[in-house]
């Protein structure tokens, strides 16, 4: 099965110029569902490789203290996506823990029933799964020369066919129900800096995170989360992400990934297999 996988690997990455002419990157388009409260407000604002349209009431999301995070949903148009209900299930909850980490960074975060200033959910409204089997074949293809190489590592580009994409929106809505931000994004994985897994799931859940990491830094800055230099995660984050105890009890409805989960993710392991989106215990 390798000996195939790397055949394939070298049938499709082969001819120089296939790399030139293709874009390597999944195409994702910013699909709306009809979840937010207004559209209307929405400007374009694009990152190097996501494409989003965004509002906020900057006042009133920068006097805002406490927010609570309502569990993402799936819009009728994504549920069509081939996945099992556990793969959407770690991928909407992918969603939710990495927006809770980051709001944490300025807000306190209270669980589901109890009052907030602002209230956020989001809609996951198109995905396009990965092809396993392509995934596989990358993965292989990036292990085989560490081997002719002597273990020294080798950077190989992913094979730019079969990528996933995640589209989504979202919005924080006040006590009364109006819209103080709201954001629509889609962002296909790339040949460079996307990871293979070997699963239907594996672009859509990571890019799932990098969803919430884009729309926690605009509730926390209230600005653009492409205008901003680059910076190293708060301390907090670290710490949570890396499966430690969040800042606040109620990202642990989310449950902890940590490190399992980040090497099965370098491994090319199936999202599933090692991040079983349940909560944390109340004791722990």
């Not at 499709?12 to 030139?20: A, Q, R």
């Not at 596989?136 to 094979?159: D, E, L, T, W, Y």
């Not at 293979?196 to 605009?218: H, N, Q, W």
């Not at 606040?248 to 370098?266: E, H, I, N, T």
Request: proline share 6%; hydrophobic share 40%.
């Amino acid at each position: 099965m390798n000996i195939r996988m790397i055949r394939l690997a070298a049938k499709v990455c082969g001819p120089l110029g296939l790399w030139i002419t293709l874009s390597g990157c999944a195409t994702a388009p910013l699909e709306t569902s009809g979840s937010l409260v207004a559209y209307n407000n929405l400007k374009p604002e694009d990152g190097v490789t996501t494409k989003s349209k965004l509002y906020v009431d900057k006042a009133g999301v920068l006097t805002a203290r406490s927010i609570r995070i309502v569990p993402t949903t799936f819009s009728s148009l994504a549920l069509k996506a081939e996945l099992s209900d556990k793969q959407r299930r770690v991928i909407a909850n992918a969603v939710d823990r990495s927006l809770c980490f980051g709001l944490s960074d300025r807000f306190q975060v209270v669980p589901m029933g109890e009052a907030a200033d602002l209230s956020v959910h989001v809609t996951i409204t198109h995905l396009t799964v990965t092809d396993a089997g392509l995934a596989g074949a990358s993965k292989v293809a990036s292990i085989a020369p560490n081997f002719i190489s002597g273990g020294m590592p080798i950077p190989v580009p992913r094979i730019p066919f079969g990528m996933g994409s995640l589209s989504v929106e979202g919005e924080a809505k006040d006590t009364n129900g109006r819209q103080k931000a709201a954001f629509v994004w889609a962002r296909g994985a790339d040949f460079i800096t996307s990871t293979p897994r070997v699963a239907a799931s594996g672009d859509a859940y990571d890019l799932a995170s990098e969803f919430g990491t884009d729309f926690s830094k605009l509730l926390v800055t209230a600005e653009s989360p492409f205008k901003k230099t680059l910076s190293l995660p708060s301390a907090q984050r670290m710490q949570s992400s890396l499966g430690g105890k969040p800042k606040y009890a109620a990202c642990d409805a989310f449950g902890r990934s940590g490190l399992p989960a980040l090497v099965g993710g370098k491994m090319g392991a199936p999202p599933e297999w090692n991040d079983d989106a349940k909560p944390v215990a109340s004791t722990q």
